[in-house]
């Protein structure tokens, strides 16, 4: 599991918006604006979704069975953070429920969505601005 040194911690908590980007079939760049939340007790970056946006579609295991991999971004002024890993689409409804609830903490309360679901990424590298090295 990944950790984020103090500085980082406070940044990913803080209320702005971040860059996803994923990889269509064709290996160009997808890069949407995205709202998530960190889960540092799992070293987990959650975004909120609908099961049909192309996000989650690029977020299916790959066809030998590989876990794609996916890029949050989030920049304000002088500091930015990159956090990287593989990623995944949950249906369960317990992640779906403790993702919206972090997300009304960070952001504000989510309108029930039954196409909603939640793109994990688990992060494995992590960069930043020299404002937060680790």
Same mark, same amino acid.
């Given at each position: 599991m990944f950790r984020l040194n103090p500085e980082q911690l =406070?940044? =990913?908590t803080e209320r702005h918006l971040a860059t996803l980007t994923t990889l269509r079939p064709d290996g160009s760049p997808h890069v949407v604006p995205v709202?998530?939340?960190? %889960?540092a007790e799992e070293g987990v970056a959650r975004i909120t979704t609908n099961r049909t946006s192309y996000k989650a579609r690029h977020a299916v295991p790959l066809p030998d069975g590989g876990a794609p991999r996916a890029a949050l971004c989030?920049? /304000?002024?002088p500091r930015w953070i990159t956090l990287e890993g593989t990623i995944a689409v949950s249906e369960d409804e317990a992640e779906i429920a403790g993702a919206v609830a972090r997300y009304a903490r960070r952001y504000? #309360?989510?309108? #029930? /969505? #039954?196409e909603r679901v939640v793109l994990r990424i688990t992060? %494995?590298?992590?960069?930043a601005?020299?404002?937060m090295a680790s």
């Open positions: =406070v940044f =990913v709202a998530f939340t960190w %889960d989030q920049v /304000n002024g504000r #309360p989510l309108e #029930p /969505n #039954p992060v %494995d590298r992590v960069m601005s020299t404002y």
